[in-house]
Every structure is written in structure tokens, then in C-alpha cells.
């Protein structure tokens, strides 16, 4: 079995100086939160433009329920959240900083966002993505 090179994601607690590691889900709550907090949203915001339950959000954000695919939809088409930051933390957080560097083009980026969504989407329904 392989091992991954990775590191897990890391945050600092503000009140002590131990580093605390985050599960992958940890993480990705933690860049849904940064994202909503960038966008200048609340979770009410959320709560009204999404139809989801306050409990919900709040649970998705603080990583104790995974985030479904519908919420990464509205955060990725939505929003201009970008999949690979979100879920990975790779590359800026926003998709038209990407554009604004001139290095991306804005209909291939929307492509690719929208296949890893329907890919995601068909793996959870039991159904092997296309390739």
C-alpha cells in the first residue's frame, strides 16, 4: 500500500501555541468557512440562498457532517469557489484569480469545475465516473 507525501492541514490555536492537525474533512469545513467568511457572508446568508438548515451549515463548518455535493456546487458555480482550493487547498481560493492572471480561460475553468461535480456526483450515486 502507498503512502501519501502529503501533510495533513495544519491550524494554530490563537489562545495556546500547539499546532493542531485537521482530518481532511476538518479541513475542507475550514476552507468552506474562510470562503463564506470572504464572500462577507453569514450563515444566515447561507441558510436563505442555499434552503439548508442553520444546524446544517454550522455542522458542515465545523467538520462534524461532510459537505454534500450540492453545497460544493453552490459554493464552486455559485460563488466562483475554486474545487481544487476547496477540496484540496491548492491554488488561490477564488476561480477569477485564476482569470485575472490571464492564465486560465474562464469557459475551460467552468467545464472542468462543472465535470468534477457531475464525476463526484456519479461516484455517490454508485455509478463509476466517466472518464
Not at 444546524?55 to 453545497?71: N, Q, W
Not at 459554493?75 to 492564465?103: A, P, Q
Amino acid at each position: 500500500m502507498a503512502t501519501s507525501s502529503k501533510k495533513p492541514a495544519q491550524r494554530t490555536n490563537a489562545k495556546a501555541t500547539r499546532v493542531v492537525t485537521l482530518t481532511p474533512a476538518q479541513a475542507v469545513a475550514q476552507r468552506m468557512r474562510e470562503a463564506r467568511e470572504a464572500l462577507g457572508m453569514t450563515q444566515a446568508d447561507v441558510v436563505r440562498e442555499t434552503g439548508r438548515s442553520k444546524d446544517y451549515i454550522s455542522k458542515v463548518e465545523r467538520g462534524t457532517l461532510g459537505i454534500s455535493i450540492e453545497m460544493m456546487t453552490y459554493y464552486c458555480i455559485e460563488k466562483g469557489i475554486d474545487l481544487s482550493w476547496l477540496v484540496c487547498g491548492r491554488g488561490g481560493m477564488f476561480l477569477k484569480d485564476k482569470l485575472d492572471d490571464g492564465s486560465e480561460d474562464a469557459e475551460a475553468l467552468l467545464k472542468q469545475a462543472v465535470a468534477r461535480i457531475n464525476r463526484a456526483i456519479e461516484f455517490t450515486h454508485g455509478r463509476s465516473p466517466k472518464r
